[in-house]
């Protein structure tokens, strides 16, 4: 089995900033993309950012210049570093990884179990 667990979320103010993080553990193989999605209430998820293995990154236009996904490969860890947040992020996000089995024989897409961020006006 494979587990994301996530941590950072919170309440801030507009403005502010917040990291998230994510970890992967079990029977992993190896790891392709890691990325971070969020939902907030009555909307559907959306991608946030991706981060490759090979350290390429993706955001939704909504949060470029203000959000930087990280990966340490060696800890099977994901970051959001989270600057200037506005109240329109507010949502819960939920980390993504794309991983490998221990075989290779297969890969699947993995989900945390999703951390609440509110940022107050």
């Known amino acids: ?37 969020r939902q907030a209430p009555g909307k ?7 981060i490759t293995s090979g350290g390429s990154t993706n955001y939704v236009d909504s949060v470029k210049g203000r959000f930087t996904i990280s990966r340490d490969n060696a800890k099977n860890t994901v970051y ?19 991983i490998w089995s221990m075989t290779g024989f297969y890969k699947n897409d993995y989900w945390g179990q999703g951390t609440q961020v509110t940022v107050s006006s």
């Open 44 to 50: 559907q998820r959306e991608m946030v950012a991706a």
């Open 80 to 98: 959001l570093q989270m600057n200037s947040l506005k109240p329109e992020d507010t949502a819960v996000y939920y980390c993504n990884a794309n």
């Open 1 to 37: 089995q494979v587990q994301l667990v996530e941590s950072g979320g919170g309440l801030v103010q507009t403005g502010g900033s917040l990291r998230l993080s994510c970890a992967a553990s079990g029977r992993i193989g190896s790891i392709n993309s890691m990325g971070w999605y």
